[in-house]
């Protein structure tokens, strides 16, 4: 097959993706690509993606440099990775390294104000301060596990054993606030190490702390200081130059919506494992014999705030409706009053003769929809014939992230888990599913099962998921032949 | 970005593909696509690979009913699985069951010997139909472990556990030899189903046994017949066509070469986890204070015959080259001698001097080859200033895959293990590289590092691997908010 360079790209050029699909080259885009620039097909999508090749040449050369220093990690003991950790804390804590920090920070609230951008979370409070000084404090007192037995098999003049061991080079893509760089960096403790690209907003913040913390934190400690490379490009193009890279051992993307899927569609097709939230939204499903009580408590403690895994749809089997509708809707008002706010009703036609006349009407087809509320909590309420068929609906429409049963003897619940295509599996409330609260270990990322099961691991990452599995052979008697 | 259908290729179109590419549409290529047909673009290569519209719906097809059956499963029991595999084996031992599968099989060895093709591992011998059925006999008693606990966390009222669960349709393309289908239907025990295609050679023995046996043994257990799918086609396309489709949850093809890297090429880049032998060739390294002895043995041992895990590389330390390579050298001929065949060597510059006269020179940026001899070993020769050099020339040059070190004290052997980027690391022969012989579990795929390290899991891949984890809370006090 005759290949040869991407010279440019013209009005009108018809690329192929997706089997059978092709997208349109529009003016724009032929007008900015110049040779020595990349196009990133989305498979998925037809999007055609526009890497500039100063943004590629940056990644690659972080990336590179990350995949050496990740190989210099192997001869770096783990208390020389304490000693990061540690240092890097020491730092943050210093008012004085902090100064030029804090001024950093200044500088990017006052320019995403004065751009009409969002300042919330961009803002290097105190707290954010205390926090990331805690986290990082967290991973210095962590086992990192980086090199541990996980099975062995002893045959007669010799054994095998399965170890864990460090993956690689883990891009991370974070939306731009500044409290990131213990996610980051943590996956050091794992002995890996971490590209990442930060939000426009909160870069003048991550170079700071760069220069001020995490780089003289990582010579002190004799750390390569390839390990951690913050990209410094302000472009999207960046993020999705990142993901490309196959040399990444695993791809994160933080936060939610079209740029975060685009950017784990880049990552699979670049055959890089992607860890990112998808879409949320819990289910529940209120079997007829559950305890009023518990489901209020439940449902209350479900839609407290809108988060990932707070409550979206409510199955409640018709045999109980009209017992626990209306306990499912007074347990939503009150989650609602606790914040002064009012709850919505989404209603699919099986449960409107029971939402009340302020429900607003849903088609089944739209309950994938997870309603991404601030302050007025959301909700949807569907009457269904029987748990199978509460199972069916979250089987066919749902992101396939959380399910719980409310109600049921162990054998409903086990026959409920048995046939809900759901990671994660419950019997109360829908907010246990994080990897801190749950495994109390740091979250590095969440996944659905949007995209399919994954492959040998849960949907939680965490730092210590971050690794693959070695096997060493130990032979005594080397006259051991097949 | 506008999109639309792709209704034809025309002759010199360029494609463009792996960012900074573009590969020419062929005046063939132009003429034989039509509407509804499928184009794959390699990223890695470029290759368009052209799927008919016919190979696609087969595929898609059957790639549908293993989805559905697979949730189907859910609800099969174990003892149902285990008569399967009982009812196969049963099957595949009755002799009037088996009289029109040597029929088909008779039929598929007279086409292969009037098309002038190879044999030898087409004749479904009665050696071959022992093994198949004892095949199915290990995976009737074996446990699928196909919901176990894999750990627990326990809080204040309440618990979260994480438990091993069935992945989902794993894809094989098999070559064409009859032999395959313990392999492909163990994954049944784990709980996930199969779409596989094999080899058109044996595609008559395959369908006859699918029909006579499998499907039958299916039904009488009581196990969706969707569970087991034959891609009933010829065509290389409907290989591509299955590593394409992204609703499987694992894809792995057997073999070696340029068609399997393709097809390893198109599943990674469909987001589908791929497990493929790659390029083989184990390397050892040859420490100055290795007993000759043990030297000797490991040497033989590691090159009676020719597969993935045989000694390719062999790297000697300078400072025991004169008392070791002839150690080498003579184990060499003598494996060679009992094969009645002769050593090749392959000497660098390096070792020229140590492998006497009749050795080939090779340079050592050729050291990546893996030497697919049949008769007569073939072995690359290096001469190294010390073990560090040694791991350099593997992790710059080799596949990554098996590495040994022969001799050396702990701490040596410890630092060849921190050091060298291979998946399997011995301080013996190399072939013990092999799931069955070293994990006493049938082996489904085997994985080196070429394409990276393997997130979360081990290079070798058993019936046993073939999973994916869920995590299920109980709550007992319903009172539990965050």
Redesign the interface.
Known sequence: ??????RC?TPG?????G??????V?DDLAAAFVE??????V?E????LH?PRAE?ERVHVAVGAALEAF?AL??VTDDQLSQFFCGFADRLADDQVFAPIAAANDGDVASATARGRSTTRLVLSPKMRADMIAGLRVWQHTDGRR?VQVGR?DHAG?S?E?RR????VVGFVFEGRPNVFADATGVLRTGNTVVFRIGSDALGTARAIMTHAVEPALRAAGVPVGAVQLVDAAAHAAGWALF?D??L??AVARGSGHAVAQLGAVA????V?ASLHGTGGAWAVVHPDADA??LA??V??SL?RKVCNTLNVCCVVRAGADRLVPVVLEAGRSAAAERGATLVVHATPSSAPFAGPDAIPQAVDDLGTEWEWERDPELSLVVVDDVDEAVALF?RHSPRFVATLIGGDAAAQQRF???V?????????T????GQ????QPELGLSNWQ??????????LSGD?V?????????TD?????
């Open positions: 097959m005759p290949t040869g360079p991407l790209l050029q018809l690329v192929p993706f089997g059978d699909r092709v997208a349109v529009g020595g620039d990349r196009l990133v097909v498979q999508t037809g999007d055609l890497i590629h190989h192997a001869g090199d098999v010799w095998v399965t061991a460090p993956l690689g490309a196959a040399r051992g695993l699979r097709q670049h055959g494992p009580g518990d408590r439940i209350r403690h407290d089987n888990y048995d046939t295509d759901a990671p994660f599996v419950g019997n109360g409330f907010r246990w599913v994080d609260f749950a495994f109390d995209s399919g099961r994954l492959f040998a691991r849960g949907g939680v998921s690794h693959t599995v070695r096997t060493r052979a130990h032979v080397h006259d051991l032949h097949r």
